[in-house]
């Protein structure tokens, strides 16, 4: 049994969380390079808590820019043991209207050119992502929008393409009709790939600000409508992570699902032929195994 520490990924529009308590921001090292900001600390509802703002105050990085290797081992040095990832997205269903919040459960990745793994030559190792996110956070992350009195929608997939442009209207049509995707953003992946190879649960919570450039109604994604979605759905981001402490004891037992055993067998790398500068490196990823 270990302490729980929620970590909070913030995407557009959140940059901070309100009501923490010995709030400090704090520069954390990581050998995998700078995180995309300081990261908030303190407690809220008597769960400790850490705030990461994906993009950096002040939205500094893109969706392709985000250093992903970087955050994920940020928090796994800070004793982090549940990653919420809070983002805005686009909607490929009808049901699934702007200012709506999607809990997403599965993921197309679409990215290019991004770092996937933490692992690689010198330490080879093989995760299953099969089911990419916690559904015990998932629950929490469920019951937290509701009691925020927010119309939130439980499963879907999430299309994760680079950007940072918007989709064309013949990629739209496709993911939705023929890859049944539910929503569309640019910056899941590979932070969900990233967190299961930390051994971090991970939920992903999706805030829906627009029906990319599919529906008939609507045309193609106007970037102003957009922005003042966003600013209503931050806000109710922040409502919903203050309810978060009280669905996740501060007692932290063993994932039911195994998310923070995920390496467990999965380091194929025999110990006197890893890398000693790699295994250096993995310390606060791998440490457990290594």
């Given at each position: 049994?270990?302490?729980?520490?929620?970590?909070?990924?913030?995407?557009?529009?959140?940059?901070?969380?309100?009501?923490?308590?010995?709030?400090?921001?704090?520069?954390?090292?990581?050998?995998?390079?700078?995180?995309?900001?300081?990261?908030?600390?303190?407690?809220?509802?008597?769960?400790?808590?850490?705030?990461?703002?994906?993009?950096?105050?002040?939205?500094?990085?893109?969706?392709?820019?985000?250093?992903?290797?970087?955050?994920?081992?940020?928090?796994?040095?800070?004793?982090?043991?549940?990653?919420?990832?809070?983002?805005?997205?686009?909607?490929?269903?009808?049901?699934?209207?702007?200012?709506?919040?999607?809990?997403?459960?599965?993921?197309?990745?679409?990215?290019?050119?991004?770092?996937?793994?933490?692992?690689?030559?010198?330490?080879?190792?093989?995760?299953?992502?099969?089911?990419?996110?916690?559904?015990?956070?998932?629950?929490?992350?469920?019951?937290?929008?509701?009691?925020?009195?927010?119309?939130?929608?439980?499963?879907?997939?999430?299309?994760?393409?680079?950007?940072?442009?918007?989709?064309?209207?013949?990629?739209?049509?496709?993911?939705?009709?023929?890859?049944?995707?539910?929503?569309?953003?640019?910056?899941?992946?590979?932070?969900?790939?990233?967190?299961?190879?930390?051994?971090?649960?991970?939920?992903?919570?999706?805030?829906?600000?627009?029906?990319?450039?599919?529906?008939?109604?609507?045309?193609?994604?106007?970037?102003?409508?957009?922005?003042?979605?966003?600013?209503?759905?931050?806000?109710?981001?922040?409502?919903?992570?203050r309810h978060l402490p009280d669905l996740l004891d501060p007692r932290r037992e063993p994932c039911v699902h195994g998310c923070d055993r995920a390496l467990e067998y999965a380091i194929l790398t025999k110990p006197e032929m890893r890398d000693a500068a790699v295994v250096a490196k993995l310390d606060a990823v791998a440490g457990r195994v290594m």
């Amino acid at each position: 049994m270990t302490q729980t520490k929620i970590a909070i990924i913030g995407g557009s529009g959140i940059y901070d969380i309100e009501g923490l308590e010995g709030a400090e921001w704090l520069t954390v090292e990581s050998p995998w390079g700078a995180p995309s900001d300081a990261i908030l600390t303190g407690t809220l509802g008597g769960v400790e808590m850490a705030f990461l703002p994906r993009h950096g105050r002040g939205h500094v990085h893109s969706p392709s820019t985000v250093p992903y290797r970087a955050n994920i081992d940020a928090l796994k040095r800070l004793g982090c043991t549940d990653v919420v990832s809070v983002s805005a997205c686009g909607s490929f269903r009808d049901e699934m209207a702007p200012g709506d919040f999607v809990i997403v459960d599965q993921f197309i990745d679409r990215t290019i050119g991004r770092a996937q793994t933490f692992f690689g030559e010198g330490c080879v190792a093989h995760v299953s992502v099969a089911h990419p996110t916690c559904p015990r956070l998932g629950d929490a992350c469920e019951t937290a929008a509701r009691r925020a009195g927010i119309t939130v929608h439980r499963g879907g997939t999430y299309l994760a393409m680079e950007g940072p442009q918007f989709s064309t209207l013949a990629e739209s049509r496709m993911y939705r009709e023929a890859w049944g995707a539910d929503v569309i953003g640019m910056t899941n992946m590979p932070e969900a790939k990233l967190a299961r190879e930390a051994e971090l649960c991970y939920a992903s919570v999706a805030m829906i600000t627009d029906y990319d450039s599919w529906h008939p109604d609507h045309g193609e994604v106007d970037v102003t409508r957009i922005i003042a979605t966003l600013m209503g759905n931050a806000d109710k981001g922040r409502q919903m992570i203050r309810h978060l402490p009280d669905l996740l004891d501060p007692r932290r037992e063993p994932c039911v699902h195994g998310c923070d055993r995920a390496l467990e067998y999965a380091i194929l790398t025999k110990p006197e032929m890893r890398d000693a500068a790699v295994v250096a490196k993995l310390d606060a990823v791998a440490g457990r195994v290594m």
